[in-house]
């Protein structure tokens, strides 16, 4: 469990200061301080390791964003999203960009449904929530990716709206199916 840790500080640390493709399993074992060979017992790949990351990391996003069907929340959650991803924009940059954005995206999509598995349909809610759920994630990963590869210059608040306006609203208002 030690030496999975110091794998996974040492990638979000080099993810920091270089691309993905960049990085070396060398590297990451140097900055880990463990051995080479270690490495190979806990990934195959740094492709591996990276996916045990994301699935981390989209754990923690995923509990930031649980009550964004709420009506009351939509907006506060779409902000804690925004600004997760913006505090850690260099991983998501490598998750949602690089060769591991379609793991991403079933990795986040297979955590959503197992996270929702046992909520009823909200009466706010227009669809099934298999189908929001499955919808709401794909435009939220567009959504980001799009943020993060071409839409610099707009700030966290600024895609928060995006994304309630967007995404979450659009899923939510009893008037979508009208």
Do not use: N
């Not at 009506?71 to 779409?78: D, F, G, I, L």
């Not at 260099?90 to 591991?100: E, I, N, S």
């Amino acid at each position: 469990l030690r030496s999975r840790r110091a794998l996974a500080t040492a990638l979000l640390e080099l993810i920091e200061e270089k691309s993905f493709d960049e990085i070396t399993i060398r590297e990451i074992t140097s900055r880990a301080k463990i051995g080479y060979a270690t490495f190979f017992r806990h990934f195959q790949t740094k492709q591996e390791l990276l996916g045990a990351v994301a699935y981390e990391e989209i754990t923690d996003l995923l509990t930031l964003t649980v009550p964004i069907v709420s009506e009351e929340s939509s907006r506060q959650s779409c902000l804690a999203l925004c600004e997760y991803v913006d505090r850690h924009r260099a991983l998501w940059q490598a998750l949602l960009t690089g060769g591991a954005a379609g793991m991403v995206r079933d990795t986040f999509l297979a955590q959503a449904k197992r996270i929702t598995a046992d909520t009823e349909t909200p009466a706010s809610l227009p669809f099934p929530l298999t189908l929001s759920i499955r919808y709401g994630t794909a435009a939220t990963i567009d959504l980001l990716t799009w943020w993060l590869s071409e839409g610099r210059d707009y700030s966290a608040d600024e895609m928060a709206s995006f994304l309630d306006t967007l995404v979450i609203g659009p899923l939510t208002s009893h008037d979508a199916r009208k």
